[in-house]
Structure formats: C-alpha cells, structure tokens
C-alpha cells in the first residue's frame, strides 16, 4: 500500500493530452515538493518533473506538472508511442522521522 | 558526466548477509545526499534509504529499519548498503540515486542501472 495514491493505469492515443494523478497528504505533498520520475521498459528510472513543474534539461515540454492541495497531476501533451512507460510520483513526508514516499505507479498504454 | 555503478548483487539464503556497493563520479560526491530505492520483480519504487551529504544524518524506511545500514566513503567516492537477516521480501533490483541536493529532502537527478538482489534458499 502506497503513501501516495496513482491510477495503476492510463491509456491514450497518439497526439492526445493525457493526466496521471497523485493522491497524498498534509504531511506530503502538501507540504513538500513532488517530483515524478519515467521507467521506461527494462531501464532505470531517470526524473521526469521536479518540484512540482520543473523540467529537466532533455525532458520535452509536452510533459508539464501542478500540483494543488494534497494532490498533483503529470502531464503529457501530443503523446508519443515512446511515451509509453510506468510513471511515478514522489515527495518527502514529514511524517515519523522523515522519509521519500513513492506513489504506486501508473502504467501508460499508448494505442 | 554522472555515473553511478551499482555492484554486490546476488542470490543469497534467507537469514544471510549482502553488502551493496555504488562508485559514483562524475560530481563532487560531498555535496549530494545519497538513496536507495529498490525495485520487487514487477513492483514499483520503493524508497529504502538515505544518507546526507556530509554523512551526518541517515533516513530510513520503516520496512526496512534496523536491518539496513547506509553509508559512504567520500575518499573512495562510493555509497554502500549493508543489508542483514535477508528475507524473501527483499528479493529486487537495488538501484543508487543521486540526490539534487547535499540534505537528501529533495529530487533524484541521477540513478544508477541497478543491481539485483535474490533471496532464496
């Protein structure tokens, strides 16, 4: 069971804009940065969004973050087939003695 | 450029024993705060450690506290983990990460391919 709550799956056409969510708390993405990182198939993961809606240098800008409250949103607009990958939420949670929590994931189908 | 090089991995009995290694370069190593975050066979992420910068202070997951151990060399440039009383629940791939930052609250920029670990009798 993940701190952070993600659909499992998302699915889009080439073109498409889609969203993936990431469902948290006061202790988490509330009060802190969320970041998502993209695992494409048999890789490593490597940052895809940092602090909320920061771009790395490389990352396309069809792929953009917000973040609102306790929730945040990944998203891709113009999907590409090599879009297609498992994304992940993550942010530190003040919680305890303080820790990284990941969301569970949401792997991305492009049909 | 980052490189982080991930070794150590390996089939292990349960109850036994694992030391993981990172050689990291390409960064001036003191100045990042180091994780690991590790992958079960057809799971997702999950955050397993993380030392600051300096070495000072240390952060763990609760699923794994009091079995694992981080740490690193800044003369060698190397991270490790030492992970005690393997269970099967522990079978994955161990990636190192870097960290944006030398406080270790902050984003992974870089991450190393992995290496797995197998806990099986």
């Known amino acids: 069971q993940s701190v952070l709550t993600q659909p499992p799956s998302a699915s889009g056409t080439p073109g498409q804009r889609v969203t993936i969510s990431c469902s948290g708390s006061?202790?988490?993405?509330?009060?802190?940065?969320v970041h998502w990182y993209q695992q494409l198939p048999g890789t490593a993961p490597r940052l895809l969004i940092y602090r909320n809606n920061q771009r790395p240098l490389g990352v396309p800008d069809r792929f953009s973050g917000s973040k609102s409250g306790t929730s945040a949103s990944l998203a891709i607009s113009g999907l590409r087939s090599e879009d297609e990958a498992h994304y992940y939420c993550?942010?530190?949670?003040?919680?305890?003695?303080?820790?990284?929590?990941f969301g569970g994931g949401t792997k991305l189908t492009v049909l | 450029e980052v490189q982080l090089l991930e070794s150590g991995g390996g089939l292990v009995q349960p109850g036994g024993s694992l030391r993981l290694s990172c050689a990291a370069s390409g960064f001036s190593f003191s100045n990042h705060a180091m994780s690991w975050v590790r992958q079960a066979p057809g799971k997702g992420l999950e955050w397993v450690a993380t030392i600051s910068g300096r070495g000072d202070r240390t952060y763990y997951a609760d699923s794994v506290k009091g079995r694992l151990t981080i740490s690193r060399d800044a003369s060698k440039n190397m991270l490790y983990l030492q992970i005690n009383s393997l269970r099967a629940e522990d079978t994955a791939v161990y990636f190192c990460a870097k960290d944006a930052y030398g406080s270790g609250i902050d984003y992974l920029d870089d991450w190393g391919q992995g290496t797995l670990v197998t806990v099986s009798s």
């Open positions: 006061s202790s988490n993405i509330a009060s802190n940065y």
């Open positions: 993550a942010a530190w949670d003040d919680s305890l003695s303080g820790r990284v929590v």
